[in-house]
């Protein structure tokens, strides 16, 4: 057991940089949401349907790679809502935030249940636990808030998107230093 786990050790801090691009492209969509808050909800649902299906793909790449059915199953998750995003452009505003937010609850518990598997293997799994429950309250969010407003909702989601973004920068640094 104790060789597996270090080859699980070894794997994850092979792939730092993953995590690294993930939270990089998160805070770069966050400042883009910042600096043209005034974004129509069409480009915006474009915006995050490109953002969810290149973090899809990473999450799919990673997950068949290492045999992380989390990361796997997060990646088609990502993908499926991206790809509803073009395919479907003239859903409402509150569909589509609506679809954010289930999105976001996905993704959080998916996220939480890879940190508890990453316990077994490293520190620092607390920081990819947080990220999974800031997605979660951001998708409880919306749902409760659903009138907020397209604008209201841009900013939510650049705040999201950069808080979740360098969580992710700081933790791929921590499986750096397991290299």
Not at 78 to 83: H, I, W
Not at 118 to 126: N, Q, S
Request: charged share 10%; proline share 2%.
């Amino acid at each position: 057991m104790e060789s597996v786990l270090g080859g699980l050790r070894h794997v994850v801090a092979q792939h730092w940089w993953v995590m690294l691009l993930r939270g990089i492209v998160a805070i770069l969509f966050g400042v883009i949401a910042f600096l043209w808050p005034g974004i129509t909800l069409a480009s915006l649902a474009l915006l995050i349907g490109v953002s969810c299906v290149f973090d899809g793909i990473g999450a799919i790449a990673a997950g068949l790679r290492e045999r992380f059915w989390q990361s796997t199953l997060l990646g088609v998750v990502s993908v499926l809502v991206g790809l509803a995003t073009f395919f479907y452009p003239g859903l409402t505003a509150v569909a589509l935030l609506y679809l954010i937010a289930f999105w976001a609850i996905a993704r959080g518990v998916l996220e939480i249940l890879a940190a508890i598997e990453f316990r077994k293997v490293i520190e620092g799994e607390l920081l990819l636990g947080l990220a999974g429950l800031l997605s979660v309250a951001f998708g409880i969010f919306i749902i409760l808030n659903p009138g907020a407003g397209a604008l209201s909702i841009v900013w939510m989601l650049a705040i999201y998107a950069v808080l979740f973004g360098v969580t992710l920068v700081i933790l791929s640094f921590r499986l750096k230093s397991l290299a």
